[in-house]
């Protein structure tokens, strides 16, 4: 059963870089058709679609970050990562990543705040 | 982009009601449409893909239907569990977007 795990600080400085990684457990990235995506959820908010990779290599970013995200892939370390440059407070949310066309396996969620 | 219209925003039941959720695309997305199901501090559970097929261990109560623009999640009987928000969301484009989001409450 795949599961994912989402890591990285839980503060971050205005003006800098949020990189978060994925950790995909119970299967290989690069045995499989990978789709790996991230969306995040504001404070008593909605979800928001970040970004997505595909498995040939390309990635599709949500228009209103296509400018301040990254999104790329380690298949020796069986992960997937976002860099989300520039944050301000506006990017304080649950940061998720999740699995296939229709997001059927989720990671926990990991709380990021921007804040000096 | 195409844009994803929930209603309604907030929905209050009771215990063994039939509930409806309507979702609206601005074009068409065929039957790419995924329904979760979202409780305070978790992630999203899917509950609905590709608009009318169950998610692994997903009750028979929950049912989607629709295609085109237009999209329905109906709980045929409210159980205490699924007390909870639901989002739709197309996967048609490689551009995803979610519905805003529907809460049901406890009536």
């Known amino acids: 059963q795949l599961q994912l795990q989402e890591s990285g600080p839980g503060l971050v400085k205005p003006s800098e870089t949020l990189s978060l990684t994925c950790t995909v457990s119970?299967?290989?990235?690069?045995?499989?058709?990978?789709?790996g995506g991230w969306i995040r959820q504001a404070p008593g908010k909605g979800l928001e679609w970040i970004g997505s990779?595909?498995?040939?290599?390309?990635?599709y970013y949500n228009p209103s970050l296509k400018s301040r995200v990254s999104i790329s892939v380690d298949t020796s370390e069986n992960q997937f990562s976002l860099s989300l440059f520039a944050v301000t407070a506006a990017d304080t949310a649950v940061y998720y990543c999740?699995?296939?066309?229709?997001?059927?396996?989720w990671g926990q969620g990991t709380m990021v705040t921007v804040s000096s | 982009d195409i844009q994803m219209t929930q209603s309604p925003s907030t929905l209050s039941a009771s215990v063994g009601d039939r509930v409806t959720i309507t979702c609206r695309a601005s074009?068409?997305?065929?039957?790419?449409l995924a329904w979760y199901q979202q409780k305070p501090g978790k992630a999203p559970k899917l509950i609905i893909y590709?608009?009318?097929t169950l998610g692994s261990g997903v009750p028979s109560r929950f049912s989607g239907s629709g295609s085109g623009t237009e999209f329905t999640l109906t709980i045929s009987s409210l159980q205490p569990d699924d007390f909870a928000t639901y989002y739709c969301?197309?996967?048609?484009?490689?551009?995803?977007?979610f519905g805003q989001g529907t809460k049901v409450e406890i009536k």
């Open positions: 590709k608009a009318s």
């Open positions: 999740a699995w296939n066309d229709a997001f059927d396996i």
């Open positions: 074009q068409s997305i065929s039957r790419w």
């Open positions: 119970g299967g290989s990235i690069s045995t499989t058709n990978f789709y």
């Open positions: 990779m595909y498995y040939s290599g390309n990635t």
């Open positions: 969301q197309q996967y048609n484009t490689y551009f995803r977007t």
